[in-house]
């Protein structure tokens, strides 16, 4: 039997009969007439009640069983053979970037006939489609895994760790990392503290925009993170995206203080409390911060994490069960996001000592966002204090949910993991806050 | 001649339809002057799963430029800007476009699929068109033939663009994401007029639904034009009706002159037309041409394309207004450059016979060779001269397969190439809908009347004549109209051709047709009711209003318009036959009609013309009986 995928209940046995597949061209005659078109298949959710067909003129039609006497099949459909094109220009004394693929779709084909879209995974086609990067450096794209980007764990950001690690001793200048862009903070966060001291720069790019539109916003951020990937003279873990509305600028984010603050724009990445890292234009590079590590020197990857950390929003009437179930849930420490300068309510409080009585540890952030933590204000600081919680500074609640991970990750414990914890290992924790 | 050359006509009408929102969001549908924001993009061409790029994408993306967005907070959101998904479709504009489909006979979709139609000359901040086929076949009768129906498609208009320069194009979002229907029509065989009354049959029929929107730029044709022995060639954009007949004219006799070029080319044996160029400023640095002194003196570079076999061709003009060499011209502009001559029209130009000798000889012409001179910025002549050299290659064939625009002339200039069929995909961010039975059953119960019917109804109802009918359907006031006619007591005849002659008539006298609405015209005409102003005095009573922006109540005062007396009417007929004994006593009941002319230059506006005339037979009874005054008959 064909290939007849989506489709079930009548829809499915009408086709079937018929020995139809997708791609087919097949004829349904109806209460009205004769409908031709190419069967293309139906999403998982469809019903099974309707056939969906393409017409000649490219557009989509759903027809109903009820009206429908009979499907015949026409022509049998050919699968689209992809030509490849030619191969990127040899590019002799071009930096070598390594390109990650972690299953964003950020340069992808269109099948007109399905509707079906596919990425591009070879040199050959990320060329075809950006052939802007062949001339900035001699690109190899690595497809390491195919994950939505809210299905990526510990263990995603380890084995991208250590694939970006074992570059170094590749020799490639850089490497970019393309990711979907709802964790790509998150991710971003883990492999700053995993690579802490990489002597290349490592780039997550990812757009807003799916690649298969002409208006998406991928080509762009991927050439500036393939630029600055091969040519930037520093080192370290940073997020690439649109600075704005327009196709003009690309933003340079710290991996550790980087956050998603928009569903949908293309500028949805800010930097908190830090400027841009960088800024990449019309001209190549237009602006790089002060301070950034330059390339070079030896370091040692630390791609461990633990998972069993949990991240609370606390919020009036949380009842402080949330905390006693994560407890036994088997998480070894909780991040918990407080109001204003780090409060939660009494109940909560006290249940966060036990926590921290019983071996668990509890560290503090801000729903705020912007600022910084300061448990010495007023007395309900100072309870959480004399319990226990730990205040991190200015740290992202995100980044400091996969910091104690990776801390724990580390095999640290008790006092060694608070103060690892309190410690600045990746930009995570400025010492200064300043306006804006 | 038609009939022979195969004349096909395939006409869309893109309507926009009467829905408070946009297709795809909030946003009401109104024009924006002024735009706080604006952000630029560029568009790349997407590729398929064959690893094939539209041709018409491509061409875009050539150019270079990037477009330019202007936005206001009044009329677009982040949908518009790209930088949101789309909400769920109007469900307002999909029965709208539905019930069209039904008065079309057009058998409806069960599940509209809205699809992605890419476009990617910027008109569209995404780089395509949301669009769905809601209907199917159908058809309508026009003069007692039918017209088939190919499919009834809702979709969101584009961006309306403000201007272009070599670097941008800009445009206002305003109107991206209007709800429009389009209907697709069979090609009708015949006579270019035929089109535009199909036009006019079929947008009749759109407002019969009452779920259109009126007024100037919300109904747009494109048409499909072939001949026999050509491509089809998509001419978009005609915005005026009475231009339809005229662009279809001007395609017929330029697709005729390019399959005649093809023939020409076949008698000569010449089956490829094969191209070379090269940099020929150093040559004609000192020519007096126009075209290459300003390119020159500007820094910029002429080059040279000698084209085999297509000498005399160029210029060659077998009906007015249409020459192959006109065609390549518009391939250059069309890429924003205006600088391209050819050898059949040099010496017009401005070029010498030796200059013309010297590039002959540079480019190693013979006299079956033609030269083509690019000119301008040498960035943009380095884009363009190939694709004029493609262009004239494209000579042996005829017709190419092109998108060309309507002008406001009736003409059509080159756009781009045809787009290919490999642009379409699904909108995934819009879920399938399903269109139910009940639904269905209720826009069927909703139809309208036919139009021609609810004209005839006119016509019988109100003793209207069939063209003051249409007029009043047309104009879209039939319901003010009638309740004007049941409430004034006035001749609906009268109320009719006030409604639907007089703007147009005040609009050719300088008064323009907007300042005289709907407003206007009904106080003028309750004056006329009361006896407050005579008919006569209508057209310069609503000019006086529009002019010093008064109420027509006010335009009557200052006119010193206001009705009189039938005596002060009946002295005046009788200083006029007084002054006149002489013309009365020669020419007897024949001094009717210039006696009445003199009264009326008097009374003009101030009284009823019949009046006057009652009065002025009856003084002339006296005049001539010397009955008196009390004379009964008033003629």
């Known amino acids: 039997m064909g290939d007849l995928s989506g489709y079930k209940g009548g829809a499915l046995r009408l086709l079937r009969d018929a020995g139809a597949s997708i791609g087919d061209v097949i004829e349904i005659r109806t209460d009205f007439g004769t409908v031709t078109g190419t069967l293309v298949p139906r999403y998982l959710y469809g019903d099974g009640e309707h056939v969906v067909l393409k017409l000649k003129s490219g557009y989509n039609v759903g027809l109903g069983l009820s009206g429908l006497a009979k499907a015949k099949v026409l022509s049998k459909g050919e699968k689209p053979s992809f030509s490849p094109p030619a191969s990127p220009r040899a590019a002799k004394g071009l930096p070598r970037v390594l390109i990650l693929g972690t299953g964003g779709t950020i340069a992808s084909r269109v099948d007109y006939r399905t509707g079906a879209v596919s990425p591009a995974v070879t040199a050959a086609e990320l060329d075809s489609l950006v052939p802007e990067l062949s001339e900035i450096a001699k690109v190899q794209p690595e497809l390491l895994f195919e994950v939505f980007s809210e299905n990526m764990t510990p263990q995603h950001w380890t084995r991208l760790a250590k694939r970006a690690a074992k570059a170094v001793g590749e020799k490639f200048d850089g490497v970019v990392i393309t990711h979907g862009t709802d964790t790509l903070g998150y991710s971003a966060a883990a492999l700053s503290f995993a690579l802490a001291g990489i002597p290349i720069p490592v780039i997550l790019v990812g757009s807003q925009r799916s690649s298969d539109r002409p208006s998406s916003d991928a080509p762009l951020n991927l050439v500036a993170a393939v630029t600055v990937a091969a040519e930037g003279s520093f080192s370290g873990v940073y997020v690439a995206m649109h600075l704005g509305e327009s196709d003009d600028k690309v933003a340079f984010h710290g991996g550790t203080r980087v956050r998603k603050n928009h569903t949908s724009r293309r500028d949805a990445f800010s930097s908190i409390g830090v400027p841009l890292a960088a800024v990449f234009g019309r001209s190549g590079l237009e602006h790089v911060a002060e301070g950034l590590p330059a390339r070079g020197g030896s370091f040692k990857p630390r791609p461990k994490f633990d998972g069993r950390v949990a991240l609370l929003k606390f919020y009036p009437s949380m009842p402080g069960g949330l905390v006693r179930a994560a407890r036994r849930s088997g998480v070894k420490a909780i991040v918990i996001e407080g109001t204003g300068l780090g409060h939660v309510s009494r109940e909560v409080s006290s249940e966060l000592g036990r926590f921290v009585k019983a071996g668990g540890l509890a560290f503090m952030t801000s729903q705020c966002i912007n600022g910084r933590v300061d448990l010495s204000v007023y007395d309900t600081g100072r309870d959480l204090l004399h319990v226990g919680v730990q205040p991190l500074e200015d740290m992202l609640s995100e980044t400091a949910l996969v910091k104690a991970m990776w801390v724990l990750g580390t095999g640290a414990s008790g006092s060694k993991a608070r103060e690892l914890m309190a410690s600045n290992v990746a930009g995570e924790i400025t010492a200064r806050t300043f306006p804006g | 001649m038609r009939d022979k050359e195969g004349l096909l006509v395939g006409l869309e009408i893109h309507q926009q339809l009467a829905i408070p929102t946009k297709l795809f969001c909030a946003c009401p549908p109104v024009k924006t002057d002024e735009f706080p924001y604006h952000f630029e993009r560029r568009l790349r061409p997407s590729q398929s799963e064959t690893g094939r790029l539209d041709p018409a994408a491509v061409f875009e993306y050539a150019k270079g430029r990037s477009n330019r967005y202007y936005w206001s907070p009044e009329s677009a959101c982040l949908v518009e800007a790209d930088e949101e998904p789309p909400h769920p479709m109007s469900g307002a504009g999909l029965e709208a476009a539905l019930l069209v489909g039904t008065v079309l006979g057009s058998q409806l979709v069960d599940e509209v699929h809205v699809m992605r139609k890419i476009v990617i000359d910027g008109s569209n901040t995404g780089g395509f068109q949301r669009t769905a086929v809601v209907g199917l076949g159908g058809s309508f009768e026009v003069n007692g033939g039918r017209v088939g129906v190919q499919s009834v498609t809702l979709e969101e208009d584009a961006a309306r663009i403000l201007g272009e320069d070599s670097e941008s194009r800009h445009f206002a979002l305003d109107r991206l994401g209007v709800a429009l229907v389009e209907v697709s029509l069979d090609p009708v065989r015949g006579a270019p007029e035929h089109v535009g009354e199909v036009a006019l049959h079929l947008g009749r029929l759109l407002r019969s639904t009452g779920r259109v929107a009126r007024g100037l730029g919300t109904i747009r044709q494109d048409l499909n034009v072939s001949l026999a022995g050509g491509k089809v060639v998509e001419v978009k954009g005609v915005q005026k009706l009475n231009l339809l007949p005229r662009v279809v004219e001007y395609e017929r006799k330029r697709q005729s002159m390019l399959i005649g070029v093809a023939e020409k080319l076949r008698e000569k044996g010449i089956r490829k037309v094969s191209c070379r160029h090269r940099d020929v400023t150093s040559l004609l640095g000192a020519s007096s041409s126009g075209v290459v002194r300003r390119a020159v003196s500007e820094g910029g570079v ?105 002008t406001d002339s009736g003409e059509t200039r080159y756009m781009r190439p045809r787009p290919g069929s490999q642009r379409m995909y699904p909108e995934t961010d819009i879920q399938d809908i399903e269109v139910g039975d009940e639904v269905r059953r209720r826009l069927e119960r909703e139809a309208p009347l036919p139009w021609t019917e609810s004209v005839e109804r006119l016509q019988r109802a109100f003793t209207l004549s069939r063209d003051l009918a249409l007029k009043v359907y047309d104009s879209e006031t039939t319901g003010e109209f009638e309740a004007l006619a049941a409430r004034l007591g006035l001749e609906p005849s009268f109320i009719a051709s006030v409604l639907v002659d007089l703007p147009a008539r005040l609009e050719r006298e300088g008064v323009p047709e907007s300042a005289v609405g709907l407003g206007p015209l009904t106080a003028s005409l309750e004056a006329v009711a009361a006896g407050k102003v005579a008919k006569e005095a209508l057209p310069e009573v609503l000019k006086a209003s529009a002019e010093k922006g008064v109420t027509v109540d006010q335009a009557i005062r200052s006119l010193g318009l206001g009705v009189v007396t039938e005596e002060y009417v009946s002295r005046v007929v009788r200083e006029v036959v007084g002054r006149q004994t002489k013309l009365v006593a020669e020419r007897g009941e024949d001094a009717f009609s210039p006696l009445m002319g003199e009264a009326m230059k008097e009374l003009r506006g101030k009284a009823d013309g019949s009046m006057v005339a009652r009065l002025l037979r009856r003084e002339l009874g006296l005049a001539r009986s010397g009955e008196g005054s009390t004379g009964q008959n008033g003629g």
């Open chain 2, 302 to 406: 002429v080059h040279c394309i000698a084209a085999d076999g297509l000498a005399g061709l160029l210029g060659w003009e077998p009906e007015p207004g249409v020459r192959l060499g006109k065609e390549l011209a518009e391939v250059a502009r069309a890429n924003s450059l205006g600088g391209v001559i050819h050898s059949d029209e040099f010496e017009r130009q401005g070029l010498t016979g030796a200059e013309a000798a010297a590039l002959a000889g540079a480019m190693g012409a013979d006299h079956e060779c033609a030269l083509i001179l690019v000119a301008g910025r040498s960035e943009a002549v380095s884009r363009v001269v190939p694709l004029v050299e493609a262009r004239a290659a494209e000579a042996p064939s005829g017709v190419p397969p092109e998108t060309r625009a309507a």
